[in-house]
C-alpha cells in the first residue's frame, strides 16, 4: 500500500533488467505511482516486445501515464518500421484514449479494422465519416449500409448516393 516502497521495488527490477516481469502486478486502482514508473514499464516493451506493449496499453487505464509521450514514442518507432501493424493498431487505441477520435478513425480505416463501426458509433463520428463512405463501403458494404440506414438523420441518404456516384465518375 505504500508508494514509495513499489516504486523502490520497480527500480530493483529495473536494476536487474527484469521490468517486464512486475508489470502485470504494478497497482492502478487506488493506489497509483507515478506516470514516470508506468511509462519506464511501457518502454521496455515498446523496445523489446511489440504484443506486451499493446497488452498494457490496452489492459492499463490511459490516465496512468503521460498518453502524448507515449504516442511519440511509438511515432518515432513506425517512422523506422512504418508497416509494423501491431504499433499501428496500438497508436489508434491511444489516439482514442487522448479523444482524438479522428486520428484513431484514419488508422482503423486504413488498417480496414473491425472495430471502425464501433469507434464511429460510440463516439458519433458520423461527421468525420461524410468523406469516407466510399472506404467504409469498400471495407465491408453491409456493415456499412446498416450504419448508414440506422443513421439516416446524421447522413442523409442523399449525401451517401453522392458520395457513391462520385467515386463511378
Known sequence: KNMKLWEDEVYRFK???QLKAISRYLPRGDLRLRPVIYEMILDEFLHSDYEGFSTLIKEWPGDLYNNKAIVQAVQ??????PENSTLIKTLAELHTY???YDKALEI???LRHKDVFELIHKHNLFSAIRDKIVLLMEFDSEKAVDMLLDNEDKI???KVVEELEDRKS
Not at 76 to 81: Q, R
Request: proline share 0%; net charge positive; glycine share 6%.
Open 15 to 17: 536494476k536487474i533488467g
Open 108 to 110: 482503423y480505416l486504413k
Open 76 to 81: 518515432d518507432i513506425l517512422k523506422k518500421d
Open 156 to 158: 442523409s441518404v442523399a
Open 98 to 100: 487522448d479523444q482524438r
